[in-house]
């Protein structure tokens, strides 16, 4: 079983950055693929960004790539998603979500997520 708590989210002006935490519980963390995803109101959970259990591999979603950074530290159970030059239309409640299935590689899917934080929300002021 894997418990997530993310942090860090708040308002920011367009242009600006923030940097979101999620916190893990479980012995299993380093051996999953992390996930950052976002859903803003009236729209879909959409994919953010992804990493591999090591952190050796990244995935990102084209409408962030360049700006958003996603690591992890894995003595800390934690993952990370530093966010620069954020736009309004980013505005949106952001999730920590932690993949099913063990020693598997990293996913864009949600459905391939099956443990999820309560989210954080970001606001972007124009």
């Known amino acids: 079983q894997v418990q997530l708590v993310e942090s860090g989210g708040g308002l920011v002006q367009a242009g600006g950055s923030l940097r979101l935490s999620c916190a893990a519980s479980?012995?299993?963390?380093?051996?999953?693929?992390m996930g950052w995803f976002r859903q803003a109101p009236g729209k879909e959970r959409e994919f953010v960004a992804a990493?591999?259990?090591?952190?050796?591999?990244?995935r990102y979603a084209d409408s962030v790539k360049g700006r958003f950074t996603i690591s992890r530290d894995n003595a800390k159970s934690m993952v990370y998603l530093q966010m620069n030059s954020l736009k309004p239309e980013e505005t949106a409640v952001y999730y920590c979500?932690?993949?099913?299935?063990?020693?598997?590689?990293?996913?864009?899917?949600?459905?391939?997520?099956?443990?999820w934080g309560q989210g954080t929300q970001v606001t972007v002021s124009s």
């Open positions: 990493i591999s259990g090591g952190g050796g591999t990244t």
């Open positions: 479980g012995r299993t963390f380093s051996s999953r693929a």
């Open positions: 979500a932690a993949r099913t299935l063990q020693y598997s590689v990293t996913s864009y899917s949600r459905e391939a997520y099956g443990y």
